[in-house]
């Protein structure tokens, strides 16, 4: 079942470079209206959550540490570049942007908010058991936490 043609509503499309990431763009594309409107998220973690920083007290001069998070918002803002171009050829008319934020699933729900996106579409693993309690879902609880629609992709 595929949305009116007339909306304009921009959907969140959770980007990470995988394969459960990919298959969401096309799952979206192949559900929704084309021509629609997306923003492609890539989120990362903000620096001062790397395990590493500051432990027994070993210092981190500025410059290191700029050029360690510009690499880590340049990788992200890369891959979220990537996932847009993949919606574009999908189909959409899609905006790629980078993020920090921990955990992830509440730095895509804050953004969907921010940006009024009608629906979220994320791919999701399928963990279960052992992993899925010590590695969690950030699919999972990004549906558990937003009041948006989301869309959870199997498949690959």
Do not use: C
């Amino acid at each position: 079942m595929a949305m009116a043609a007339e909306q304009a509503d921009t959907i969140l499309i959770a980007y990470d470079g995988s394969d459960h990431a990919k298959a969401a763009i096309r799952v979206a594309a192949d559900r929704l209206a084309p021509g629609g409107k997306a923003l492609v998220a890539t989120v990362y973690e903000p620096l001062d959550r790397v395990p590493f920083a500051g432990i027994a007290g070993l210092p981190i001069d500025e410059s290191t540490t700029e050029a360690i998070f510009g690499g880590a918002r340049a990788a992200a803002q890369g891959a979220a570049e990537e996932g847009a171009a993949l919606a574009r050829e999908a189909g959409f008319e899609a905006e790629a942007i980078a993020v920090d934020g921990v955990p992830v699933w509440n730095a895509l729900v804050e953004l969907a908010d921010d940006r009024d996106a009608a629906l979220i579409a994320i791919g999701s693993r399928g963990l279960s058991g052992v992993k899925h309690v010590l590695l969690g879902s950030v699919a999972s609880a990004v549906a558990q936490h937003s009041r948006r629609s989301v869309l959870i992709v199997h498949d690959s």
